[in-house]
Nanobody
Framework: QVQLVESGGGLVQAGGSLRLSCAAS????VGWFRQAPGKEREFVAA????????YYADSVKGRFTISRDDAKTTVYLQLDSLQPEDTAAYYC?????????????????WGQGTQVIVSS
């Protein structure tokens, strides 16, 4: 079992920044996904705790950064240069390995989500 608790969402103007946090109950492979109203859940970024490897969706590469704090078993998602199209509920999720990291159906555990709203 892995418990995940997200925080850090909010309302920001276009061009602004937010940092999301995902507190995990243990070290594991962690991914961030987002879901806008009426759209499917999509992969944003992921991090392999053991191998220090990071993965990004093309749409966020260069703007978002995933990182971790080993002492706190917390994974962060830094959101920079935010645009209105980044508006969504953001979720962190956990799985045992990096295989098919981009597919939400491959993740076993999910947090409750945190809302990000970017105004133009």
């Amino acid at each position: 079992q892995v418990q995940l608790v997200e925080s850090g969402g909010g309302l920001v103007q276009a061009g602004g920044s937010l940092r999301l946090s995902c507190a995990a109950s243990r070290r594991t492979f962690v991914g961030w996904f987002r879901q806008a109203p009426g759209k499917e859940r999509e992969f944003v970024a992921a991090l392999s705790w053991g191998g220090h490897t990071t993965y990004y969706a093309d749409s966020v590469k260069g703007r978002f950064t995933i990182s971790r704090d080993d002492a706190k078993t917390t994974v962060y998602l830094q959101l920079d240069s935010l645009q209105p199209e980044d508006t969504a509920a953001y979720y962190c999720a956990a799985k045992a390995s990096s295989s098919n990291y981009y597919s939400p159906s491959q993740y076993d555990y999910w947090g409750q989500g945190t809302q990000v709203i970017v105004s133009s």
